[in-house]
């Protein structure tokens, strides 16, 4: 069982920026993929970024490419996401979410079995 925890979400003016975390417990997240979605209000949530943590492997969503940066610390059992020149439009709770995965692509993934309870980010002026 694996238990994730994001934090790092805040009030943000735009173009600034912020690093989320997603710390995992329970588990080693060596031979999982995780990702990170976001879900606006009013909005379907959208997987935004995912990386598979023995490979190293990432994939972006157009709207996010550029801008944000997915990583990971194995040592940590900690996924990141760095996200700069932000806008209004990626206001959002963000969620992270992990899945057992040993494929080197994670845009193969269709469900994602943890979830952690999500950060609001708000980018505002």
């Known amino acids: 069982q694996v238990q994730l925890v994001e934090s790092g979400g805040d009030l943000v003016q735009p173009g600034g920026s912020l690093r989320l975390s997603c710390a995992a417990s329970?588990?080693?997240?060596?031979?999982?993929?995780v990702a990170w979605f976001r879900q606006a209000p009013g909005k379907e949530r959208e997987r935004i970024s995912c990386?598979?943590?023995?490979?190293?492997?990432?994939h972006y969503t157009d709207s996010v490419k550029g801008r944000f940066t997915i990583s990971r610390d194995n040592a940590k059992n900690t996924v990141y996401l760095q996200m700069n020149s932000l806008k209004p439009d990626d206001t959002a709770v963000y969620y992270c979410?992990?899945?057992?995965?040993?494929?080197?692509?994670?845009?193969?993934?269709?469900?994602?079995?943890?979830w952690g309870q999500g950060t609001q980010v708000t980018v505002s002026s």
């Open positions: 990386i598979t943590m023995y490979q190293g492997t990432t």
């Open positions: 979410a992990a899945q057992n995965w040993y494929d080197a692509s994670c845009t193969l993934i269709y469900e994602y079995a943890y």
């Open positions: 329970g588990s080693t997240l060596d031979y999982y993929a």
